[in-house]
Structures are given as C-alpha cells and as structure tokens.
C-alpha cells in the first residue's frame, strides 16, 4: 500500500502561483508514475500532469506552458508548480500514483486539496 498526502492548495488571485506537493509513504519504492489529478464542481474528474520515475512527463492541453510537474525520488515526493492560474483551475487536485509507467488508472489517491482562482 501507497499512502499520499498533498498539501500546498489555498486561495489565489488570477495570475498568482501555488505549489502543491505530494509526499508518499508506504511501498513507496514500488512507485512509477505519479501525478495529479483535479476535478471542479459539477465536472468530471480530469488528468493535470503526470510524470514516470525516469521524468518523462505528459500535460493536459488545458495547462500546458503554465503548469510544471516535478519529482524527488529521495524524498518521495511530486511537484505541482502552477503559474500563471485562471479561475477554471478553481477545483480539488489529486495526487496519484501507480506501479506502471504510463497506467491508464492510477492505483493510489491522495485526499485532495482544494485550490481556488478569484477573478
């Protein structure tokens, strides 16, 4: 068992910047991909980010250029470093992680923590 705990999420201005980590624990040497996932209200669950243990990383078009996905695997940890936000970013973002490079569903969730974008 994985376990994940994000943090970093809050309140922000359009424009403004948030850094969102996510540390794991457990089996965590079992770890490939990791990444995030968010979801805003009344809206499906989409994929942000993700990034493999040899840092190929993959981004949704929706983010590109503005969000940047990082990871330390001495600390076990992933980074979200979100520039640039827009009010539609406004939604509670996931970690994830799985044993597989490229999963087509992670096997490992994180509570969530919210990020809001005031206009």
């Known amino acids: 068992q994985v376990q994940l705990v994000e943090s970093g999420g809050g309140l922000v201005q359009a424009g403004g910047s948030l850094r969102l980590s996510c540390a794991a624990s457990?089996?965590?040497?079992?770890?490939?991909?990791m990444g995030w996932y968010r979801q805003a209200p009344g809206k499906q669950r989409e994929l942000v980010a993700t990034?493999?243990?040899?840092?190929?990383?993959n981004y949704a078009d929706s983010v590109k250029g503005r969000f940047t996905i990082s990871r330390d695997n001495v600390k076990n940890t992933v980074y979200l470093q979100m520039n640039s936000l827009k009010p539609e970013d406004t939604a509670v973002y996931y970690c994830?992680?799985?044993?597989?490079?490229?999963?087509?569903?992670?096997?490992?969730w994180g509570q969530g923590t919210q990020v809001t974008v005031s206009a």
């Open positions: 994830v992680a799985d044993t597989a490079p490229q999963p087509t569903t992670y096997a490992s």
């Open positions: 457990g089996r965590w040497l079992s770890i490939n991909a």
């Open positions: 990034i493999t243990r040899n840092r190929f990383t």
